[in-house]
C-alpha cells in the first residue's frame, strides 16, 4: 500500500484515523444486491428469495448480501444488480433531482446509470462512455435489467458539445474517473500526489464540458470513489465558480459532511459498511435561474448536431399484448457515436394474423410477468434454470415454436421446443453464449 494513500487519510481524518485504520485492516468487505424495481420490489423480491440480507441504510433498494451472482437464475433474469453498497448511495440521494433528459457520462459498467433509469418515470438516459471495450458490458447491464429508454453512446464531453448538446439535458450523471483510492481494500491501486493531481485536471476538463451540456436549472451529481480533496469538494469549489450551487440533502446515517463544504457527502469504511465514496448534488444557477425550464410531460423532437432525436417513440415494429414504449436516436452525421441501443425493441412480427414473432433476447427482459405470456412461456426449475445458464440443453415437452424460458415468473431468454434424434421432446437452449456461466 502506498506511504502516501495512509498520510493523506492521516490528515483528512485527523483524530479519526486510528479508527479508519482500524476498519481498514481489520473489516470485512461487504457486498450487497440492489433490486431491479424496473421489474420486482424490494418486498417481493424479499419474499421471493432469502439471498439478501439486511438493509442498506443509504439506499432503500440495496441489501447486503453474499451471492454468487453468476450462479444464480434470479441474477440472469435481471431481478437484481451487484453494486458495492457505498456505490448506491449517491443515485439513492439524488432521486428527486432526476429529470426526463439525462446523460450519465461516465457510465460503464452501468450501475449507476440502471439505477437512475430505475428512478425515472418516462424520458430518456443517455448512457456514455469513451472506452469502447467498456461498452459491451454496459450493454449487457442495460438489456439485462430491462432498461428501454436506454440510448448508449460513444463520446467525450467535449465532442458532446461541440456536436449540438450544449444546454439539452436536464441531469447530469459525471461518476469521474479518479484515482480510486477509496477502493484501495478491494485493488491495490497506485497512488501518488502527481496521480491526484492528473486525476483532478482530467475531472476538471470533464466538468468544464458538463457544465455546457446542463440547462440552467437542471442539476448534476458528480461522484468519486476516492478521498482526496482535490478530486473532491475543490472540484465542487471550482463548479461553484461556474455559477453552480451545491443543493442541501439530509445527512444519512454513515455519511459524513465534506471537509469545509456541508452540502457534499463522505463515506468512510469506519463509519459504514462499505468502501470510500464521495458525491455532491450540484444546481445550475447561472443568471439567478433555478428551476426546470420545462415540462416534465413534455413530449418534443429536438436536434442534437442534425441529429433528430424523437424523445418518446414507440417501435412500430413491436407487437406485444401491452405496448412497449422505446426511445430512439437516429443520427444522420459524424461527431457523437451512437449505437443501436439496446435491443430491447427489436421484435420482428410477420404477420399480424399470426402469433409468430422473432424476438430477441434483450426483449425478453424488457417484458414484464404478464407480458410474457404473450409470447408462450415454460416455467423452468431451480435445476433446469441453472442448466439454462450454462447453455445446456433441456428435455422437456412443450408447445412447438420459440418460447421464453422463465424462472419463478421471470424470463430467462428463449428457448425452442423440438425433437431430439431418439425424436424425444428437448428445449433448444438459445441464451447467448456471450452471457452463459
Known sequence: MPDYFFEQLRELLGGEYADFKRAYDEKPRHKALRVNTKKISPDAFLRLTDIAARRNPLCENSFYTAVKPSLDPLYHAGLYYMQEPSASAAVAAFAPFIGMRVLDLCSAPGGKATQAAAYMRGGVIFCNDVEQKRIAALRENIERLGIVNATLTRATAAEYVRYGGEEWFDTLIVDAPCSGGGMMRYENVPLSAEIVAGCAKRQREILDSAARLLQNGGYMLYSTCTFSREENEDNIEYMIGKGFAPVDIPLRDGETRGIGMPDARRIYPHRFDGEGHFYCVLQKRVGGVSGLPFSKTEKTKEHI????????????????????????????????????????????????????????????????????????????????ALKYIRGEELAADAPKGTLVATYKGYALGLVKSARSGTGEPVLKNLYPKALRV
Not at 461527431?335 to 435491443?343: N, P, Q
Request: neutral net charge.
Open 305 to 384: 448536431g442534425g441529429a433528430v432525436v424523437d424523445c418518446i417513440k414507440t417501435d412500430g415494429a413491436i407487437l406485444l399484448p401491452t405496448d412497449i414504449a422505446r426511445i430512439g436516436v437516429r443520427t444522420v452525421r459524424r461527431g457523437i457515436e451512437v449505437y443501436d441501443g439496446v435491443s430491447a425493441g427489436r421484435c420482428a412480427v410477420r404477420d399480424r394474423r399470426s402469433r409468430s414473432a422473432e424476438v430477441s433476447h434483450a426483449l425478453t427482459h424488457a417484458l414484464s410477468r404478464e407480458q410474457v405470456t404473450g409470447f408462450g412461456a415454460v416455467e423452468l426449475s431451480e435445476s433446469d
